[in-house]
């Protein structure tokens, strides 16, 4: 019988199961439920498709979109399909830094900048096909408005009266571009003062745009329009780039103007992965093309989108709270929300009347005496203020009392003239069509004035310069010479930027000497200057970089200043957001002032002068106090304002304590 046994009929071997216990843990290192509080886990979980996070004043909209990213890569996303767009380089780095000190190097990878740089860096690699220079050069807006300057005189001809100046026309053409009207709108809208001038404003706007494209120059409204142009034109690049940025995180969307938010849509349109962290009641920037309607209508644009609100907020007391949640109660369009915190402290919002603006600034001053006393650094302290102006008196007592203070405005590092001529250098080494640089550069020799300048550039603006063939002034002759020789060895030699910023600096140093008397300090800041050239390693990116995010103090204004020591601080509201302290002055809060006179009849810049007092208010920690004069005198109006800004009308006296100022007897 065994040999009728074949090996078909062999009984099949019994498999044997083991039980195993199942795996419940999660797949992620990060515990970010443990990490985040409720709200910011849900956003950061948040997977596919369009998100809307209304992040409240102090509420970590930093940390939820740092764990955002970490997140995605975690959960296995390639971090360069990751894009973080932001309003400045610091933001950007500060997030990716933090986001590979939670989780890895990975995070390194993810592509992340500004709406400015991101647009300079696809506009360099995709140049051609917009009939574009990839060595275009950006320029400031110091440059834009010489530009305009020149422009202006060749149209207008003989000075005619009321004619906008330089600075107004860069302005009406800045934001017909941001805001996607025309100029003659932004005439009829804003500037109708200037109406009987519209047909040659439009002729300047004209003539700049066909100046700007024959010389390769791009300003900052411009790297934003090519881009769209470029997404809008081009169907495959268009694809292309939204495939590759597959996950799209935006910071303080609240402050995009209507380009951004096209740029963002065209970019999303494969996948609409879009996340826009933003607080609708910090929209503050309208004056520079802000749209508020972009967060708000966010979800009309991105259908099914999401909306997760951020109100626990981790900076001030919550009897600060109180306060800011009853003002910005009163916008009549908004996102509601209701902050909330943890932090406890007995001391209520002050609302202070004073009898004159200097009554307010010697309390002002007393005030900050006595909050020394109680152990508080003048680097917590700040004033703020609807317009610079309205700090002068408060000034002159800072100075009776030695009390040392910074004031945050006029010329930043990039913006004073010896560096500026300095980059002029450099921008023509790298575009020797880069008209305006070149005729900075010509100025600063000697025998060579406007005239001079104006004749010669045409003769100079080509990629190889023989100054041996030309007519050249006697008088300046050597010295255009020796200019075109440096410039052309630096440009045959494209090095280290350093190699070439010294090169450039032996060149212009007796040039300072001769030009500037305080030129030891203007010195030191070409010293910073190299050290800045430095950290690149492309001349064109160093360029690019210090115009896109530049740097914000000159060395002299470090050293000479209060920054060596403590130090109050004196800002407007506008360039105090983001920024806290532990007692914050609100001055000048009368009405009239605070809102401004001029948004009475429009409902649209009354909202955002209310926001404006919100982000003032929200910037305290622990103490905060409102003044307000009572016999101020507007000269624009010829009033005497004197009650507070309606802003805190109708506020229980349980939210905020009215006092009024009396001398002791």
Same mark, same amino acid.
């Given at each position: 019988?065994?040999?009728?046994?074949?090996?078909?009929?062999?009984?099949p071997?019994?498999? *044997?199961? =083991?039980?195993?216990?199942?795996?419940?843990?999660?797949?992620?290192? $990060?515990?970010?439920?443990?990490?985040?509080?409720?709200?910011?886990?849900?956003?950061?979980?948040?997977?596919s498709?369009?998100?809307?996070?209304?992040? &409240?004043?102090? %509420?970590?909209?930093?940390?939820?979109?740092?764990?955002? =990213?970490?997140?995605?890569?975690?959960?296995?996303?390639?971090?360069?399909?990751?894009?973080?767009?932001?309003?400045?380089? @610091?933001?950007?780095?500060?997030?990716?830094?933090r986001a590979?000190?939670?989780?890895d190097?990975?995070c390194?990878?993810?592509?992340?900048?500004?709406?400015?740089?991101?647009?300079? !860096?696809?506009?360099?690699?995709?140049?051609?096909?917009?009939?574009?220079?990839?060595?275009?050069?950006?320029?400031?807006?110091?440059?834009?408005?010489?530009?305009?300057?020149?422009?202006r005189?060749?149209?207008? &001809?003989?000075?005619?009266?009321?004619?906008?100046?330089?600075?107004?026309?860069?302005?009406?053409?800045?934001?017909?571009?941001?805001?996607?009207?025309? +100029?003659?709108?932004?005439?009829?809208?804003?500037?109708?003062?200037?109406?009987h001038?519209?047909?040659?404003?439009?002729?300047?706007?004209?003539?700049? $745009?066909?100046?700007?494209?024959?010389?390769?120059?791009?300003?900052?409204?411009?790297?934003?329009?090519?881009?769209r142009?470029?997404?809008?034109?081009?169907?495959?690049?268009?694809?292309?780039?939204?495939?590759?940025?597959?996950?799209?995180?935006?910071?303080?969307?609240?402050?995009?103007?209507?380009?951004?938010?096209? $740029?963002?849509?065209?970019?999303?349109?494969?996948?609409?992965? =879009?996340?826009?962290?933003?607080?609708d009641?910090?929209?503050?920037y309208?004056?520079? &093309?802000?749209?508020?309607?972009?967060?708000l209508?966010?979800?009309?644009?991105?259908?099914?989108?999401?909306?997760?609100?951020?109100?626990?907020?981790?900076? %001030?007391?919550?009897?600060?709270?109180?306060?800011?949640?009853?003002? $910005?109660? @009163?916008a009549?369009?908004?996102?509601?929300?209701?902050?909330?915190?943890?932090?406890?402290?007995?001391? @209520?919002?002050?609302?202070?009347?004073?009898?004159?603006?200097?009554?307010?600034?010697?309390?002002? +001053?007393?005030?900050?005496?006595?909050?020394?006393?109680?152990?508080?650094?003048?680097?917590?302290?700040?004033?703020?203020?609807? #317009?610079?102006?309205?700090?002068?008196?408060?000034?002159i007592?800072?100075?009776?009392?030695?009390?040392?203070?910074?004031?945050?405005?006029?010329?930043?590092?990039?913006?004073?003239?010896?560096?500026?001529?300095?980059?002029?250098?450099?921008? =023509? /080494?790298?575009?020797?069509?880069?008209?305006?640089s070149?005729?900075?550069?010509?100025?600063?020799?000697?025998?060579?004035?406007?005239?001079?300048?104006?004749?010669?550039?045409?003769?100079?603006?080509?990629?190889k310069?023989?100054?041996?063939?030309?007519?050249?002034?006697?008088?300046?002759?050597?010295?255009?010479?020796?200019?075109f020789?440096?410039?052309?060895?630096?440009?045959?030699?494209?090095?280290?930027?350093?190699?070439?910023?010294?090169?450039?600096?032996?060149?212009?140093?007796p040039?300072?000497?001769?030009?500037?008397?305080?030129?030891?300090?203007?010195?030191?800041?070409?010293?910073?200057?190299? !050290?800045?050239?430095?950290?690149?390693?492309?001349?064109?990116?160093?360029? #690019?970089?210090l115009?896109?995010?530049?740097?914000?103090?000159?060395? #002299?204004? /470090?050293?000479?200043?209060?920054?060596?020591?403590?130090?109050?601080?004196?800002?407007?509201?506008?360039s105090? @957001?983001?920024?806290?302290?532990?007692? /914050?002055?609100?001055i000048?809060?009368v009405?009239?002032?605070?809102? %401004?006179?001029?948004?009475?009849?429009?409902?649209?810049?009354?909202?955002?002068?209310?926001?404006?007092?919100?982000?003032?208010?929200?910037?305290?920690?622990?103490?905060?106090?409102?003044?307000?004069?009572?016999?101020?005198?507007?000269?624009?109006?010829?009033?005497?304002?004197? *009650?507070?800004?309606?802003?805190?009308?109708?506020?229980?006296?349980?939210?905020?304590?009215?006092?009024?100022?009396?001398?002791?007897?």
């Open positions: 019988m065994e040999d009728l046994i074949t090996e078909k009929d062999t009984v071997a019994v498999k *044997k199961y =083991v039980l195993k216990k199942q795996n419940t843990q999660s797949p992620y290192k $990060i515990d970010y439920e443990k990490e985040l509080n409720p709200a910011q886990f849900e956003a950061v979980k948040f997977q498709g369009s998100v809307l996070v209304i992040a &409240g004043a102090g %509420s970590g909209k930093t940390k939820t979109l740092t764990y955002r =990213v970490a997140r995605l890569i975690e959960s296995g996303v390639n971090p360069e399909n990751i894009l973080l767009l932001t309003f400045t380089k @610091k933001a950007a780095d500060e997030m990716l830094n590979v000190a939670i989780l190097s990975r390194q990878k993810v592509a992340g900048g500004t709406f400015h740089s991101f647009s300079n !860096y696809i506009l360099r690699k995709y140049s051609t096909l917009l009939d574009l220079k990839n060595n275009f050069t950006i320029i400031d807006r110091a440059d834009a408005e010489d530009v305009i300057n020149h422009i005189g060749k149209v207008i &001809g003989k000075q005619e009266k009321r004619f906008p100046r330089k600075g107004t026309i860069l302005d009406i053409y800045s934001k017909a571009i941001n805001k996607n009207m025309t +100029a003659s709108a932004v005439i009829e809208s804003e500037y109708n003062q200037f109406s001038a519209e047909e040659k404003i439009n002729e300047i706007s004209k003539e700049y $745009i066909t100046y700007k494209r024959a010389n390769s120059l791009l300003d900052y409204d411009d790297l934003l329009l090519y881009l142009t470029l997404l809008q034109s081009n169907e495959e690049i268009r694809k292309k780039l939204s495939n590759q940025y597959k996950y799209i995180l935006i910071d303080e969307y609240q402050d995009t103007n209507a380009l951004q938010a096209d $740029i963002i849509k065209l970019l999303a349109s494969e996948h609409s992965n =879009v996340m826009a962290v933003g607080d009641s910090q929209s503050i309208s004056f520079r &093309g802000a749209n508020f309607r972009n967060i209508d966010f979800p009309k644009i991105f259908e099914g989108t999401k909306i997760i609100k951020l109100e626990q907020n981790y900076r %001030s007391s919550q009897n600060i709270l109180a306060l800011t949640n009853c003002i $910005i109660e @009163k009549k369009e908004k996102y509601t929300k209701h902050l909330f915190s943890n932090i406890e402290n007995p001391e @209520k919002p002050a609302l202070i009347c004073t009898n004159d603006m200097q009554t307010e600034a010697e309390f002002v +001053a007393q005030r900050i005496l006595e909050l020394q006393e109680e152990d508080i650094s003048l680097n917590d302290i700040a004033v703020l203020c609807r #317009s610079a102006r309205m700090t002068y008196n408060l000034e007592e800072l100075a009776k009392r030695a009390i040392p203070y910074k004031k945050f405005g006029g010329l930043k590092f990039i913006e004073t003239a010896h560096v500026k001529d300095v980059i002029a250098h450099l921008r =023509v /080494v790298l575009n020797p069509q880069d008209i305006i070149l005729n900075r550069i010509l100025l600063l020799l000697n025998g060579v004035g406007n005239q001079t300048a104006m004749r010669l550039l045409p003769m100079l603006t080509t990629d310069v023989e100054t041996d063939k030309m007519m050249l002034p006697s008088k300046s002759s050597a010295g255009i010479k020796n200019l020789m440096v410039l052309e060895q630096q440009r045959k030699n494209l090095q280290k930027p350093s190699e070439i910023v010294e090169k450039i600096l032996a060149y212009y140093e040039i300072l000497i001769e030009k500037y008397d305080d030129y030891t300090k203007r010195l030191k800041d070409l010293e910073h200057f190299l !050290y800045l050239s430095s950290q690149y390693h492309s001349l064109e990116d160093f360029l #690019s970089d115009a896109l995010e530049p740097p914000d103090s000159s060395v #002299s204004e /470090v050293e000479d200043g209060a920054q060596k020591d403590e130090y109050l601080t004196l800002s407007t509201i506008h105090a @957001k983001g920024l806290e302290w532990k007692a /914050v002055f609100i000048g809060a009405d009239g002032r605070f809102p %401004s006179v001029y948004s009475f009849n429009s409902e649209e810049e009354l909202d955002e002068e209310l926001r404006l007092m919100y982000v003032a208010a929200t910037r305290a920690k622990t103490h905060l106090y409102i003044t307000y004069p009572i016999d101020m005198f507007d000269y624009s109006t010829n009033m005497v304002l004197s *009650k507070p800004s309606r802003f805190l009308d109708g506020i229980q006296e349980d939210i905020i304590e009215r006092w009024v100022l009396e001398t002791e007897d």
